[in-house]
């Protein structure tokens, strides 16, 4: 099976600050990539698929970068309300996760 | 648009069975590849299974194959997940989400569904 490893498990960032979480695969995994954003006490939210491609709705500072075994999610400037968790999935397998939080 | 409601939270006592619900609404079931994801407290979100149109089958982690049961009812466009076998490792909240076989993702999800495992 295919393992998904996040990094970092838990970044602190101050708002306005540039932000990259690195999700590595054990194997390539092409593009087929896709990022989520979770708040305490909801459901997932996608963010990104296909590694790069931006769900509909979702602000233009998250994006998403790599292909192969190593990808990027960036937040160009980050906002009071992006300070969540994310994580990346590929087919069944999630990330464990990495927790943005207040600096 | 899809929308997704699942049912209630429930306690059950180890040992016993879970069957929780999602609605679907804005698509039919049948339109969509439902699937099931759970989340226990403070940790990360682990795929439990779903439907593969290609089958026609439905297709279960290896870690929960045997004690998982996922149906559909498409006469009402609900999808149920049935847990059998509880145990307190079990305690977690039960998400469904269609997911998307072209591209690789899994949305929207519905509101989630606690289930606590406790004697």
């Known amino acids: 099976d295919i393992q998904m490893t996040q990094s970092p498990s838990t970044l602190s960032a101050s708002v306005g600050d540039r932000v990259t979480i690195t999700c590595r695969a054990s194997?390539?995994?092409?593009?087929?990539l896709a990022w989520y954003q979770q708040k305490p006490g909801k459901a997932p939210k996608l963010l990104i698929y296909k590694a790069s491609s931006l769900e509909s709705g979702v602000p233009s500072r998250f994006s998403g970068s790599g292909s192969g075994t190593e990808f990027t999610l960036t937040i160009s400037s980050l906002q009071p309300d992006d300070f969540a968790t994310y994580y990346c999935q590929q087919w069944w397998t999630f990330g464990q996760g990495t927790k943005v939080e207040i600096k | 648009q899809v929308q997704l409601v699942q049912s209630g939270a429930e306690v059950k006592k180890p040992g016993a069975s879970v069957k929780v619900s999602c609605k679907v609404s804005g698509y039919t079931l049948t339109e969509l590849s439902m699937h099931w994801v759970r989340q226990a407290p403070g940790k990360g979100l682990e795929w439990m299974g779903g439907?593969?149109?290609?089958?026609?089958?439905?297709i279960y982690a290896q870690k929960f194959q045997g004690r998982v049961t996922m149906t559909e009812d498409t006469s009402t466009d609900t999808a149920y997940m049935e847990l059998s076998s509880l145990r307190s490792e079990d305690t977690a909240v039960y998400y469904c989400?269609?997911?998307?076989?072209?591209?690789?993702?899994?949305?929207?999800w519905g509101q989630g569904t606690l289930v606590t495992v406790s004697s």
């Open positions: 439907f593969d149109p290609e089958d026609g089958e439905t």
């Open positions: 989400a269609p997911y998307d076989w072209v591209d690789n993702w899994f949305d929207p």
């Open positions: 194997q390539s995994i092409s593009s087929w």
